[in-house]
């Protein structure tokens, strides 16, 4: 994950949470008879390059299984990357957990044996989106603003499409970039006033997420933020509390109701790191 560069914050709080969730895990005395992790973060400044380089240093130091989901272009190095190196050294296999990477591609043509999917495919995290709208009557029209990188395109195309069918009202599209790179939304909150829109729709996360909703609360941008990345830790921690509510960010959120013990192992990791519940 990038440890360092304009996603550092995003990248530390996944590794947090997996240290954390293993560690919880070798408190109990590990799996298979005491077997226990070793939770190791190596920084690919989310550059596909880097992450290369660190997916030959973990199979030098034996790693066995490599997590990662910021960024679909990394998760096809990583995959494309363990597929050779499997093929090469065998009784040494490494093998993929994407908790994320937001590309449809990772469970289709990218799909790999030594390789699992954790995160829902963009087009169910959109329709479980628009269903809540829908039951919080949140109406459009609707304006969209996503990273213009291969994610960020199949969110704007694949929400259009659902909007569509769903009869929603598509008020303007923008497409950001380079990511991580512009400064000021002052412009393009202006663009979002002027067209009429009640909601803005976004598949954008970490700096570009954090400038958005905070340029629109101080422009006084009177919409629902819909954001599939918005209860990120570091983006609430950065926009702050007041900012946070005052943009109005409802996402989905992946829970299983029968899961009793999902909430507590979340209070548990906000207490162990940060306080995030007030946020």
């Given amino acids: 994950e990038p440890l360092s560069g304009p996603l550092a914050a995003n990248g530390g709080d ?13 408190d109990a005395g590990g799996v298979l008879d005491g077997t226990k992790f070793e939770v190791i973060g190596l920084d690919n400044g989310w550059d596909v390059e880097k992450t290369a380089q660190q997916m030959q240093r973990a199979a030098d ?26 093929r090469r050294n065998e009784g040494q296999e490494m093998a993929f957990l994407a908790h994320s990477a937001g590309d449809n591609a990772i469970t289709t043509q990218n799909c790999d044996y030594y390789q699992a999917v954790f995160d829902p495919t ?15 009557g949140i109406a459009g029209p609707v304006f ?30 923008e497409m950001i970039a380079p990511f991580g790179q512009v400064q000021d939304f002052t412009p393009l909150v202006a663009r979002i006033k ?9 598949g954008n996360f970490g700096p570009d997420l954090i400038r958005l909703l905070n340029a629109s609360v101080d422009s006084g941008l009177d ?4 954001a599939l990345y918005g209860p990120d830790p570091s983006t609430m921690a950065a926009v702050g509390a007041d900012k946070f509510a005052a943009a109005k960010v409802i996402a989905p959120f992946e829970y299983d109701e029968n899961d009793t013990g999902g909430v507590p192992v979340l209070e548990e990791l906000n207490v162990t790191y940060r306080d995030v519940a007030k946020t």
Wanted: charged share 20%; no cysteine.
């Fill in 14 to 26: 996944i590794l947090e949470r997996f240290q954390f969730l293993f560690g919880r895990v070798n």
């Fill in 194 to 202: 002027a067209s009429g829109a009640k909601v803005v729709m976004t």
């Fill in 122 to 136: 963009v087009e169910m995290k959109l329709n479980a989106l628009i269903s809540g709208m829908q039951e919080l």
């Fill in 144 to 173: 969209t603003i996503n990273p213009d990188f291969s994610f960020g395109q199949t969110v704007d195309a694949s929400f259009k499409d659902l909007a569509g069918k769903a009869g929603i009202e598509i008020a303007g599209s």
């Fill in 61 to 86: 130091e034996g790693v066995d299984y490599v997590i990662n989901g910021i960024g679909p272009q990394h998760a096809t190095a990583i995959t494309n990357f363990i597929r050779k190196h499997n």
């Fill in 223 to 226: 919409v629902q933020f819909a």
